[in-house]
């Protein structure tokens, strides 16, 4: 699941989160490593101009601050920015703080990365916005070198050039998982020649068998083989029956009722799913949390 509070776009927050902080995402961070949720979520912005402020709010807490923080609160959970605009930093920068990352959780990474869509933060940072997919992917070659096992990475590429540069600590894992966010066909394509892994950005339920066919077709024709992780973002959740307005999208019922229409997913060939929960409080968000863990889970 997505972590509530760190980001607070008004297409999925609630508004008990206006007024949380850090104990609060101590309290979900806790609670999912608690029910057996796989990983904990945060997403990145640098920052949100005045055009777009009102809908996406201001709130986007850092992605390597965030995870780090709550590592130290968690044991088992692993931990993913969804998604990371690498193409925003030098690839030697974003391999120091997610190396480190790395090696503080105990090997609890999973590098989910973006092309990105504000125009105006790459502007203030230097970067071209309508290059950013050319960047994201020379960035996936150079990362992938400079998160691997060689304390003195090495990549020649167009945009970014380096060797001979030492950096410890190195990941705990052997290969970092670089998961692909984006549902355009040149996110689809880099997701399936380039990552361990797509996470589709909102793909409606019709919609993902024929991008994870076409993913399938992508890499059987490029030859590429090894594990892929398919993910998919669920529609919002409520585990039992609510007694409040949770809007119409949002599926609710019972445990068996649920996990039934969640394994529809893994027919399609999905892997991995997202959930969110709708909450009106802290604390009904992690009963939503314990009762998915304890009695929809284990059906799916």
Same mark, same amino acid.
């Given at each position: ?9 008004? #297409?999925? &927050? ?40 009102? &809908? ?16 130290? &609160? ?5 931990? #993913? ?22 090696? +503080? ?19 203030? +940072? ?7 997919? $050319?960047?994201?992917? =020379?960035?996936l070659d150079a990362l992938r ?5 060689? =304390?003195?990475?090495?990549?020649? /590429? ?6 001979? #540069? ?7 894992? =052997? ?11 040149? $996110? ?28 399938? =077709? #992508? ?20 585990v039992g029956s609510p007694r409040?307005?949770? /809007? ?41 949390? &314990?009762?998915?863990? $304890?009695?929809? $889970?284990?059906?799916?």
């Amino acid at each position: 699941m997505q972590l509530p509070v760190q980001s607070q776009t008004t #297409l999925y &927050a609630e508004p008990w989160e206006a007024g949380a902080g850090p104990d609060d995402l101590l309290a979900v961070a806790r609670a999912a490593d608690r029910s057996g949720f796989a990983y904990l979520a945060s997403c990145d912005h640098v920052g949100i101009p005045r055009r777009l402020a009102a &809908a996406m709010s201001t709130v986007w807490y850092d992605p390597v601050a965030t995870l780090a923080f709550l590592a130290a &609160a968690t044991e088992r959970i692993r931990l #993913l920015s969804h998604v990371a605009v690498v193409g925003l930093r030098h690839p030697l920068l974003t391999a120091k703080q997610y190396a480190t990352l790395d090696h +503080l959780s105990g090997g609890r990474l999973i590098l989910g990365v973006g092309a990105g869509h504000v125009q105006e933060e790459f502007e203030a +940072l230097g970067v071209d916005f309508r290059r950013r997919g $050319a960047v994201l992917d =020379e960035c996936l070659d150079a990362l992938r070198a400079a998160l691997g096992p060689e =304390e003195f990475p090495e990549h020649h /590429g167009k945009l970014y050039d380096f060797e001979g #540069l030492g950096q410890r600590p190195r990941p705990v894992q =052997e290969r970092v998982p670089l998961w692909v966010g984006g549902s355009s066909p040149a $996110a689809v394509r880099r997701a399936a020649l380039k990552g361990d892994g797509w996470l589709p950005q909102g793909d409606p339920r019709d919609r993902l068998p024929d991008q994870i066919a076409r993913i399938g =077709e #992508l890499r059987d024709r490029a030859g590429v083989h090894g594990g892929f992780t398919v993910g998919a973002v669920t529609e919002p959740l409520y585990v039992g029956s609510p007694r409040w307005d949770v /809007g119409r999208r949002t599926l609710t019922g019972g445990p068996q009722e649920l996990a039934e229409s969640l394994r529809a997913y893994r027919a399609m060939g999905v892997h991995q799913i997202q959930v969110r929960f709708r909450s009106r409080s802290r604390s009904e968000l992690t009963d939503q949390m &314990a009762a998915f863990g $304890a009695e929809v $889970a284990p059906h799916l």
